[in-house]
């Protein structure tokens, strides 16, 4: 991922201020916290009728996915 771009799309979307640059640690903090309000039931009803292996969601949670985002490597 490159930081320089997703920072210039939060700022046009209004979702980060311009007066800073985006830091790794600002992103994660706000995927952290993005990733503990979603409603995991509904999204794997959305997704269900893309997937082939089912039980592949078995793992979707806000800890699985704080936890990619970990191991992410940020440019």
Same mark, same amino acid.
């Given at each position: 991922m490159n930081l320089a771009h997703a920072?210039?799309?939060?700022?046009?979307?209004?979702?980060?201020?311009?007066?800073?640059? #985006?830091? !790794?640690v600002d992103l994660q903090e706000m995927l952290h916290k993005r990733f503990q309000e979603i409603d995991y039931q509904q999204a794997k009803?959305?997704?269900?009728?893309?997937?082939?292996n089912p039980s592949? #969601?078995? !793992?979707?949670?806000?800890d699985f996915f704080v936890g990619i985002t970990e191991k992410l490597d940020f440019q």
């Open positions: 920072g210039a799309r939060l700022i046009q979307t209004g979702n980060f201020s311009a007066d800073k640059s #985006l830091t !790794l009803q959305d997704v269900l009728p893309f997937i082939k592949a #969601l078995d !793992l979707w949670g806000a």
